[in-house]
Structures are given as structure tokens and as C-alpha cells.
């Protein structure tokens, strides 16, 4: 009975509303951070400076990996919903959820191949 | 979520696509060679167009940013909906005003 309602929650779809919303959430939570960090650009930008020096570390660019995957994925997650809900319906909406995620994983791997 | 809210979540989710597309490719080109202040200040310094790119920005994300954590709270936490709106009004706001402070200091 349990596993008949819990059915749908493998499916495609249901990972990539889950995933649009993780990253969605991700991105919200990181956004003040980001926002505190650019500040330290007043006063000449040696704050700033000392910080971007910071993020040489290879487990910190890794994590901007992360970033920019989530960033991708909830902006191609965000297109399809907008898509779904303003056009005619189209069929093949799993191979485009998959799609969208191998693209931001594509995109991640890039900006890793070139900062480090 | 009512109908207003819903407006809100998706006219600023369009306004933003194409600011995201912006922004990640910025990102790449900003580290191409490293990141360093004097670089980004270079370039946003003094510029209006910056300046009105990232308000922009800041503004739809602040909005956006506020109706998806107030979806989730609404959703995941017990919190009722009117406690899950005030979180997220204030989270909003925060948002705005941290934003708009950094486009100040990377602008001004």
C-alpha cells in the first residue's frame, strides 16, 4: 500500500521537481553569503582581495562547481516549468529534465576544467 | 500559494532567465585568469549598466527567492502559512537590502 503511494517518487519528473526545488532552496541560502561577500568590495576592494585569495583552495572551487550546477539546473528546471505552463504541451518532458541536468553537470565540469 | 504570489514567482522567474545566462557566462570570463577585486571593480565601477543589471537582479531574486522559501516552509515545516509569509517577507527583504548593498559597493 506504502510502496504504491511512494510509486511516483522515483519517477523522472518527481526528481526533477525535487531537484528545482533543492537547488532553489540551495541558491536561497547561499544568496546572503554572496551578497556579504561582494560587499567587502567597498573601500578599495582589499577585503574582497584577502577573500578571492581564500577561494583558491581546490575544495572551495569545487564547491563553485556545485554552485554553478545548481544555478544551471534551477535555471533549466525554471525554463521547462515556465515552458509547461505558457506553451502547447510537449511530449517528451523526462528526456528533457535529463537533458537539462546533463547539461548544468556539463556546465560544472567546464568551469572546473577551467579554474582548476 | 494564491494566484498573486504565483504571478510574482513566475514573472520574476522570466525577467531572471535571461539575467542567469548573463551572469553564468560573466562568471566564466571574470575567471578565465583568476579573480582578483581590481579586476571586477574595473569593470563595474562607475557603470550604470551594471548597476541597473544587478539591481534588476537583486530585486527579482529578493522576490523570487522569498515566494520559493515561503512555498517550502508552507510545505515542509509546521509552521502555518501566515508564520511561513512573515519568515519569508523578512527573508525577502534581507535579501534586497544585502543585495543592494553589494551592488553599491561594487558600482559606487
Known amino acids: 500500500m506504502i510502496a504504491r503511494h511512494l510509486k511516483h517518487r522515483t519517477g523522472t519528473l518527481w526528481l526533477a521537481a525535487m531537484v528545482h526545488r533543492l537547488s532553489g532552496l540551495a541558491l536561497a541560502i547561499f544568496l546572503p553569503f554572496h551578497f556579504l561577500v561582494l560587499a567587502l568590495a567597498v573601500h578599495g576592494g582589499a577585503g574582497l582581495d584577502s577573500f578571492l585569495r581564500w577561494t583558491d583552495q581546490p ?12 544555478l544551471t539546473v534551477h535555471l533549466l528546471g525554471g525554463l521547462r516549468v515556465l515552458a509547461i505552463e505558457n506553451l502547447d504541451w510537449r511530449d517528451g518532458q523526462k528526456r528533457l529534465a535529463t537533458l537539462a541536468a546533463a547539461l548544468s553537470a556539463i556546465v560544472a565540469f567546464i568551469f572546473l576544467a577551467r579554474v582548476f | 500559494m494564491n494566484v498573486r504570489l504565483y504571478v510574482w514567482q513566475r514573472a520574476t522567474a522570466a525577467l531572471m532567465a535571461p539575467l542567469v545566462l548573463i551572469h553564468i557566462a560573466v562568471i566564466f ?13 574595473s569593470r563595474t565601477r562607475g557603470s550604470i549598466a551594471w548597476a541597473s543589471y544587478y539591481g534588476i537582479f537583486v530585486a527579482a531574486a529578493s522576490i523570487h527567492a522569498a515566494i520559493g522559501v515561503r512555498n517550502v516552509l508552507t510545505e515542509w515545516s509546521p509552521l502555518t502559512d501566515r508564520r511561513a509569509g512573515r519568515f519569508a517577507a523578512v527573508f525577502g527583504l534581507l535579501l534586497f537590502v544585502l543585495g543592494l548593498r553589494a551592488v553599491a559597493a561594487l558600482v559606487l
Open chain 1, 59 to 70: 575544495l572551495v572551487k569545487l564547491a563553485e562547481g556545485g554552485l554553478i550546477f545548481l
Open chain 2, 29 to 41: 570570463y571574470a575567471t578565465r585568469q583568476g579573480l582578483s577585486a581590481a579586476d571586477i571593480l
